[in-house]
């Protein structure tokens, strides 16, 4: 249950800016392209190679912030889903995060250009969150997770355990889950089995390692740099176990 329940919520994916966390880069622009002969005559610039300016922008949610450090002009550009770029008024922006290649385009009636260049990624205000890998940033990623699903608990995943909280801690996700069961009850189960406590523990951590099995997406959000944490507290209130997973080996 509790892998259907992350396979469900875990095809999320994160990049508002002016928020505390934000993807930023870096951008040099080295191209000119789409000058037409008359703009070229009357505004002093022309297709091909230069020196550019250089670019900051920074990505959160549906939103990029852009400044052009040469003259200090910036704004706020909003992304459309249909064009997979920025807009605001005259201007639009695409970033290829594979490539890292931009086009900044600026379409005006009299004037019309477009801006390329590379960028690179620069550290977020807090570098846990950065995903040494893809650039993730795994915080926003693991804050989306626990606000979709925690309007679904408690959820009840067997006759022995509910979930019953998610919280996102910077990169880690928490689970709580609540045994129904008091520690006496468990020991004297155990005990009846020739089995001890530390049995059990260990069923818990294996059930912990399973959630690295190929296929299940928590694995990635471990991959990425996020870290799974389970707490267990039996039904009188008593924390029994904590079990945290940071790596998929």
């Known amino acids: 249950m509790r892998t259907m329940i992350f396979l469900m919520l875990f095809s999320l994916t994160s990049s508002s800016f002016g928020s505390d966390r934000y993807q930023m880069y870096k951008c040099t622009v080295s191209e000119l392209s789409g000058i037409s002969e008359y703009e070229s005559e009357n505004f002093g610039v022309s297709n091909g190679s230069v020196d550019g300016d250089i670019y900051i922008i920074k990505i959160h949610d549906n939103e990029l912030g852009f400044t052009n450090t040469s003259n ?46 590379s960028c690179q990624f620069s550290v977020p205000l807090h570098e846990e969150c950065l995903s040494k890998y893809t650039k ?27 979930l019953e909280s998610i919280i ?12 129904h069961f008091d520690r006496t009850y468990i020991e004297n189960l155990y005990a009846s089995r020739g089995l001890k406590l530390s049995d059990f523990e260990a069923a818990m951590r294996k059930s912990v390692d399973n959630m690295c099995s190929r296929g299940n997406p928590v694995g990635a959000f471990i991959g990425l740099g996020g870290e799974l944490r389970y707490v267990y507290r039996f ?5 029994f176990l904590t079990v945290s997973k940071e790596t998929c080996e």
């Open 168 to 179: 996102a801690i910077k990169n880690v996700i928490q689970l709580v889950a609540q045994l």
């Open 72 to 117: 200090d002009a910036s704004m706020t550009m909003s992304y459309d889903k249909t064009s997979d770029t920025y807009i605001e008024s005259w201007y639009t922006l695409s970033l290829n995060k594979k490539t890292m290649e931009f086009v900044f385009s600026v379409d005006k009636p009299n004037y019309s250009v477009d801006y390329r260049g």
């Open 235 to 239: 039904i009188d209130g008593e924390q």
């Open 136 to 162: 993730t940033d795994v915080c926003e990623y693991a804050r989306n997770l626990a606000n979709e699903m925690a309007p679904s608990l408690p959820m009840q995943l067997n006759q022995n355990m509910s």
